[in-house]
């Protein structure tokens, strides 16, 4: 589960999954510039569609969507796998991220570590990542060169071959990156502690990368099962975007991807069963911190389990005008006004198959109050709730998410980033492509309704990461013995 405060994967995995929800629940990313106005790009038309995506399926249940885009002769191939960390076994943590790294071990036709080399050698680049939710691999690549990668993904789709060296040397290889990119980031390990803590009992609060004693225990067998299950063309997506037409994209997927066998019929079972309604907080001092940071993260409606997706629109409102970028109600007061911070913001996730997640975190400035942040940002909370928000406010926000997203169709992999993602989590093509227009439509009483639901504190965790306490000085100086007179 992708929250306000992911965890690093792959080198660029983390970077890629925030990209797929920023762009599903436009936040700071498009709000941070303040010339990101209204006047500054025009938002869609009223019939216009926000990628103009086509997409049909194939005999195997594959889906395929393509985005035509001819500004270059470029184009991003992504394959998204419908599971993730949150769907492992009980007991066998880290399952999913580690499958992702054995994706590169080879085939029958491709030996073991050359399938990147070979994508590089034909000047592209590819990678990969895991969230909670989803399992996605990549390739960006000349045009020429599209059927080179669709054949290899392709073939990895049903034909990996996995043999115990390859799968515990790789294993080895995942736990040396949680000891590095987890043990050692204290901000990761209270990411870790804070997901543990908001999820108790659901699936979510397992870390994407496993724990260590899990990790250490699963086999080859593990592996090949969990391949075997999740890794087939009527569970996964394939997202074309560049300089391609439907026509040529559908002869390739009917070559190359066309004759794969379906799989088993896969369903979904978790346990999505949510804690009692409680607010957890977590302080955690640690040697690496030098300076303070402060979090909350409430558990929210998302588009997989809200029965009214008005909600899940007012709030993506709600996180614009709250936290969403300079010009944002939280970053005024903590960053301009009482200047205690030197970063505030809020986030939204609303791609998820279960529950999504609103975050607010800041950064204290040097020698600035932590208590005294705090106790600001709860006083902007409670004006929100209290005093409410402007017909103005509202109309400003929606303006600038609906302007946001004119960055997001003009990149090659921003476009199957959030296209795979939203589809993979369980919305459609006609809800991700009207977004703009839902957008238009939220009112100022709909979000106030999603603040009172989400802001009140009742399912949430606090974390605060704070340097390592000094041990209380001791008197060196030994007492004098009194002299006989």
Known sequence: MQTLFPASLRAS????AVAAIALLAPVAAFAADPAATPAAAAAPTADAKLFDAKTFTLKNGLQ?????????????????????????????????????????KGTNTIKPGEFSPLIARHGGQDNAFTSSDV??????????????????????????????????????VVFEERLSRTENEPAELLNERLNNALWMTHPYHNPIIGWP?????????????????????????VVISGDVTVPQVKALAEKYYGPLKHGPTIERKRNRTLPPPATVRIEMHHPQVSQPTWRQVFIAPSYGTTQNRRD???????????????????YRAMVIDHKLAAAAGSGY??????WGTFGISFTPRPGADLAAGEAVVRAEIDKLLTQGVS???????????????????????????TIGYALSTGQTLDQLEHWPQEIARVTTAEVMAAARAVLTGKASAIGVLLPEEKAAPTNQTAPQEGKSS
Do not use: C
């Open 391 to 417: 017909d103005e406010e509202v109309e400003m926000a929606k303006q600038r998410l609906r302007a946001g997203v004119i960055y997001a169709r003009d990149s090659l992999q921003g476009s199957a980033n």
């Open 13 to 16: 995995a983390s970077v890629m």
């Open 349 to 354: 996730n609303a791609a998820a198959v279960d």
């Open 312 to 330: 899940v629109y007012a709030l993506q409102v709600l996180n614009e005008l709250f936290g969403g970028g300079p010009t944002s109600r939280l």
């Open 64 to 104: 395929v969507v393509v985005v035509e885009n001819h500004r270059v002769p470029v184009v991003s191939q992504m394959v998204w796998y419908k599971v993730g960390a949150a769907d492992e076994p009980a007991g066998k943590s880290g399952l999913a991220h580690l499958l992702e790294h054995l994706m590169f």
């Open 213 to 237: 004693d899990e990790l250490k225990a699963l086999t080859r067998q593990d592996a090949i099962d969990y391949y075997n299950k999740w890794y087939a063309p009527n569970n996964a997506i």
């Open 135 to 172: 399992t996605a691999y990549y390739e960006n690549i000349a045009v020429d060169n599209l059927e080179l990668v669709m054949k290899l993904e392709s073939d990895r789709m049903r034909n990996l071959r996995l043999d115990d060296k390859n799968v515990l040397t790789e294993r080895d």
